[in-house]
């Protein structure tokens, strides 16, 4: 009996050293974010640049901690499209409720 398992995956899975330099990403995009909530000057769109980091590492564990990068298309695409869907609603319902809106609260 061999010792190594395939799981019907033709790429190898990525290094312990890849794993350490995401986490590392991972923290370093956390402290921005910290940085950007004290920034008085970055209080106007803060909002927003904490919503794309917030993107950036979900899509930064989702493929790597979650193996989705290495998952097929049909799996990824499970996990993506829901996830699209819920986005568009919740854009939709801010919207239809005026969350958009000038002076907005």
Request: glycine share 4%.
């Given at each position: 009996?061999?010792?190594?398992?395939?799981?019907?995956?033709?790429?190898?899975?990525?290094s312990?050293?890849?794993?350490?330099?995401?986490?590392?990403?991972?923290?370093?995009?956390?402290?921005?974010?910290?940085?950007?909530?004290?920034?008085?000057?970055?209080?106007?769109?803060?909002?927003?640049?904490?919503?794309?980091?917030?993107?950036?590492?979900?899509?930064?564990?989702?493929?790597?901690?979650?193996h989705?990068?290495?998952?097929?298309?049909?799996l990824?695409?499970?996990?993506?499209?829901?996830?699209?869907?819920a986005?568009?609603?919740?854009?939709?319902?801010?919207?239809?409720?005026?969350?958009?809106?000038?002076?907005?609260?």
């Amino acid at each position: 009996m061999s010792q190594t398992q395939s799981h019907g995956h033709s790429e190898p899975h990525t290094s312990n050293k890849t794993y350490v330099l995401v986490a590392a990403v991972l923290a370093m995009v956390t402290a921005v974010e910290v940085m950007v909530f004290y920034l008085e000057a970055l209080r106007p769109v803060i909002v927003p640049i904490l919503v794309v980091l917030s993107a950036a590492k979900f899509s930064l564990v989702a493929a790597f901690f979650m193996h989705l990068k290495y998952d097929g298309r049909l799996l990824r695409s499970l996990f993506a499209g829901p996830l699209f869907v819920a986005i568009a609603i919740i854009l939709a319902m801010m919207a239809l409720y005026g969350a958009f809106a000038v002076g907005a609260a």
